[in-house]
């Protein structure tokens, strides 16, 4: 931050409190709107946590049934289909988008430019394992399906840190040896740039707050503003001070009465009993002191506020801490000109601001399902039970009520030569929810025509005889058509604005101090280092069609026959076959074959020219320079020969 900017945000001052109102004002435009969807996300957390009151649990666990000698008394469940059916298009989504390398596809109109293209989709890859992107899709997915969208946050990061290295100094090396020592070099600690690149992290949406006045999908372009909360403890505020970071740590206070009592709280922690937000701050006020409230955000700001020169609004990132002070700001100049935030909704109807969920659909039905085996294991209970008729005067009534499986029941005197049956009969009751099963799986199957998840995506192979591969495969993609159009809308939604965003931002801020080392199958025989002017161009990134991967056993195989075809066929000529024989092997597993070449491989280089040289003998093969009338030219520069006519 510039000193005019530390100045502008000095605690008390009229700019500051100006500033803050103006963005306070908006942040709670957007609370207001919000906190009309908690309730729904929390019911929707509960079905999904297929979760019971604590009072059953109380009755099932109370130790004064086991001391009075009583069997606990089964209580009502809820049938966990919502978490089967998330999980299920969860896990289909996660393959889908992570199972295929790179995770986000490239390309270029430009030919000059199609080799940057593929430089960059290494660099977003590297992004993404840096960040174990895997983890934030998956909670990505899962938000959608519970709370009806879910939120990405996308910037630019560069991580510094300390590292340790020995100092090879050449004197010190040589007296060393002299002495006939052993080699010990000092050891130092520098601060060195570990990463360099896009920072992706999902946004809890009881912690998110967008434009309320635009669709949630359309927020990175139509909105003027988005805040995301997050609780920090307060000596990470003041390392960040420290670095320049923050400005005006001890200035924070404490938050305002009004907001300490905010209900935002989630309910995903009620089956686990533990915190649903750990830092989320509570209304005690010790606990206050020790942790703060950050709301993060960008806004456009008008230059009437006099917080910079110009004619038109701009766009500043702010962290205001307890809603009191504001501890950074900062102009974002980011050459995608966009909010940093990518929403998807694949539920959403028209443009509405908040969209349903599988969740809110699927969980009626899941109650419904639920009460059907509950009131056949409440009725059944009763038919299990002996309900006896007696007459008193003709039994001991003590003998009934004494328990064990060898029970005698005696008669008093005056039932002496009478019929027992007269004495003592059983009620006659019947299971009149006999059928209740059969009707909550007519509702299961309601649901699952709902949320497009059935038994075949969840690996369960439907009765009803043999079936061949042909059938399973064929149910298996008609299952898989409504998730492979989610998958596409979520592409189109976000993934594609997310790869413009961490493209550009690689673009606009890779330093050259940092470069990395392009690894794996490709680079395997020549390994090359990216620079940034290697990822530079005008790319269009295209929608994921929303398939699964190839099976790499299926794979395997086809290429296992490829393969025989070839050394088989005069058209082997044509192929590399130390090469492919090298990719089928690392398809099926056998990660350390280049151990085994010869020279480490330098055959595999002179293989092709020998090829050549061979059919250049037979005459099967020309120089190209002949074709082009002797002026060496070669439509193909990789080409030294070409075939003749």
Avoid at 260 to 273: A, F, P, T, V
Avoid at 293 to 308: D, K, S
Avoid at 317 to 338: G, M, R, S, V, W
């Amino acid at each position: 931050m510039t000193p005019e900017v530390v100045e502008f945000l000095k605690p008390e001052s009229p700019t500051h409190a100006k500033l803050k109102e103006y963005l306070l004002e908006r942040l709670r435009l957007s609370e207001d709107r919000m906190r009309g969807f908690y309730p729904r996300w929390q019911s929707n957390e509960r079905r999904l946590q297929a979760y019971i009151t604590l009072k059953d649990y109380e009755d099932l666990l109370r130790v004064q049934k086991n001391d009075a000698g009583r069997s606990p008394t089964p209580v009502d469940i809820v049938i966990p289909y919502t978490y089967a059916t998330i999980n299920t298009a969860c896990t289909y989504l996660l393959h889908t988008f992570m199972g295929r390398e790179p995770i986000f596809q490239i390309s270029s109109n430009n030919p000059a430019m199609v080799q940057n293209a593929h430089n960059m989709e290494v660099k977003l890859q590297y992004d993404c394992y840096h960040n174990r992107f895997a983890k934030h899709f998956w909670q990505f997915c899962m938000d959608q399906m519970v709370y009806g969208f879910g939120a990405l946050r996308i910037d630019w990061q560069v991580k510094k840190a300390f590292r340790s290295h020995k100092i090879n100094n050449s004197f010190q090396g040589m007296f060393q040896q002299i002495l006939n020592a052993e080699s010990i070099a000092p050891q130092t600690r520098e601060l060195k740039t570990i990463f360099e690149g896009n920072e992706i992290a999902t946004i809890d949406p009881f912690s998110f707050f967008p434009d309320p006045r635009v669709p949630m999908t359309e927020l990175s372009r139509e909105g003027e503003f988005v805040f995301w909360r997050t609780e920090i403890a307060k000596h990470k505020l003041q390392i960040g001070e420290a670095r320049k970071d923050y400005v005006y740590v001890s200035n924070i206070g404490v938050m305002p009465g009004r907001d300490l009592n905010e209900k935002g709280e989630s309910s995903r922690d009620l089956l686990s009993g533990g915190t649903s937000d750990p830092a989320r701050i509570s209304s005690d006020r010790a606990q206050v002191t020790q942790y703060v409230q950050l709301n993060e955000g960008v806004c456009y700001i008008p230059p009437e506020m006099g917080l910079f020169e110009g004619n038109e609004p701009r766009l500043w990132f702010f962290t205001i801490a307890n809603k009191n002070q504001i501890i950074q700001a900062e102009p974002y100049d980011y050459d995608h000109d966009l909010l940093p935030i990518v929403v998807a909704e694949p539920d959403r109807i028209g443009k509405a601001f908040g969209a349903p969920s599988v969740s809110d659909f699927a969980g009626p039905l899941q109650d419904v399902a639920s009460w059907f085996v509950n009131s056949h294991v409440r009725n059944t209970q009763k038919v299990i039970h002996n309900q006896l008729v007696v007459d008193p005067a003709m039994v001991e009534l003590q003998d009934l009520k004494n328990g064990g499986e060898a029970r005698i029941i005696r008669l008093k005197q005056a039932a002496y030569g009478q019929d027992v049956r007269m004495a003592l009969n059983q009620l006659q009751v019947s299971d009149v929810t006999r059928t209740h099963m059969q009707d909550m799986s007519l509702f299961i199957r309601l649901a699952d025509m709902i949320t497009g998840v059935n038994d075949n995506l969840r690996a369960i192979q439907n009765s009803g005889g043999r079936k061949t591969a042909t059938e399973v495969r064929t149910a298996g993609e008609s299952g898989a058509s409504r998730l492979a159009a989610r998958s596409q809308l979520i592409s189109s939604m976000a993934m594609q604005d997310a790869a413009m965003m961490m493209s550009l931002n690689n673009m606009q801020f890779l330093s050259n101090e940092f470069s990395f080392h392009m690894l794996g199958q490709e680079a395997m025989m020549h390994p090359i280092t990216l620079q940034p002017d290697q990822i530079v161009g005008d790319f269009y990134y295209p929608i994921n069609d929303g398939t699964l991967p190839l099976d790499r056993v299926a794979l395997l195989d086809i290429w296992q026959q490829i393969f025989q075809a070839v050394l088989s066929s005069p058209v082997g000529q044509a192929f590399d076959i130390p090469k492919m024989f090298l990719y089928i092997a690392k398809l099926g597993g056998a990660q350390n074959v280049e151990e085994f070449l010869i020279n480490g491989g330098a055959q595999l280089n002179s293989q092709p020219d020998m090829m050549v040289e061979q059919q250049a003998a037979a005459g099967n093969l020309v120089p190209a320079s002949a074709l082009q009338g002797g002026n060496g030219v070669v439509s193909d520069p990789g080409s030294r020969m070409a075939g003749a006519m």
